[in-house]
T-cell receptor, first 111, second 118 residues
Framework: LAKTTQPISMDSYEGQEVNITCSHN???????ITWYQQFPSQGPRFIIQ???TKVTNEVASLFIPADRKSSTLSLPRVSLSDTAVYYC????????????FGSGTQLTVLP | GAVVSQHPSWVICKSGTSVKIECRSL??????MFWYRQFPKQSLMLMAT?????????EQGVEKDKFLINHASLTLSTLTVTSAHPEDSSFYIC??????????????FGSGTRLTVV
């Protein structure tokens, strides 16, 4: 599985847009890029997944450049409740392989 | 969406006793489930992969005889921490993969179990 690198922590203020970038230089052709969110004492929760270009859902956008060696999770207008750890993972489709979690990014939203 | 139920959410046990944690996929059949452990302020670390009807595959450094995994049905996997010691205190999380969902968003996580061994 491709290894990922993310910033350890980020701070932001309520109402701002937050962009968290993840590097995955060794991403394979069949790998998707997935972001999970984890609150303290809870299991990770799926946020968004993409393969290339841009994906948007009701909570976030995911930007993936053409070389797919990095990706950026964009959270629009964050609130205090978005304070959590965000994990970027890459994984092969259609395979019963485990997800390998990197260090994640602790996002702290300040009032 | 897919739901994975994990019980109990927290448990306190005495040193030397065993604790069983259950992980159920509620609305899909999971031939494969995964067990993770997470220490405070650290990332999730995979312990083992649980395969329905066969033996679990353990990650390097994880004691098979201490962390017993049973996956007797397509919707239930259990993790038993045997002869628990204080150093086993951690947050245990299970995950199940819906084989009908393409990509890594097919993985759903349980809410986790906080184990405290006293």
């Amino acid at each position: 599985l491709a290894k990922t690198t993310q910033p350890i922590s980020m701070d932001s203020y309520e109402g701002q847009e937050v962009n968290i970038t993840c590097s995955h230089n060794n991403i394979a052709t069949n790998d998707y890029i997935t972001w999970y969110q984890q609150f303290p004492s809870q299991g990770p929760r799926f946020i968004i997944q993409g393969y290339k270009t841009k994906v948007t859902n009701e909570v976030a956008s995911l930007f993936i450049p053409a070389d797919r060696k990095s990706s950026t999770l964009s959270l629009p207008r964050v609130s205090l409740s978005d304070t959590a750890v965000y994990y970027c993972l890459v994984g092969e489709t259609g395979s019963a392989r485990q997800l390998t979690f990197g260090s994640g990014t602790q996002l702290t939203v300040l009032p | 969406g897919a739901v994975v139920s994990q019980h109990p959410s927290w448990v306190i046990c005495k040193s030397g006793t065993s604790v069983k944690i259950e992980c159920r996929s509620l609305d899909f059949q999971a031939t494969t489930m995964f067990w993770y452990r997470q220490f405070p302020k650290q990332s999730l670390m995979l312990m083992a992969t649980s395969n329905e009807g066969s033996k679990a595959t353990y990650e390097q450094g994880v004691e098979k005889d201490k962390f017993l995994i049973n996956h007797a049905s397509l919707t239930l996997s259990t993790l038993t921490v045997t002869s628990a010691h204080p150093e086993d205190s951690s947050f245990y999380i299970c995950s199940a993969r819906d084989p009908l969902v393409t990509g890594t968003n097919g993985y759903t996580f349980g809410s986790g179990t906080r184990l405290t061994v006293v």
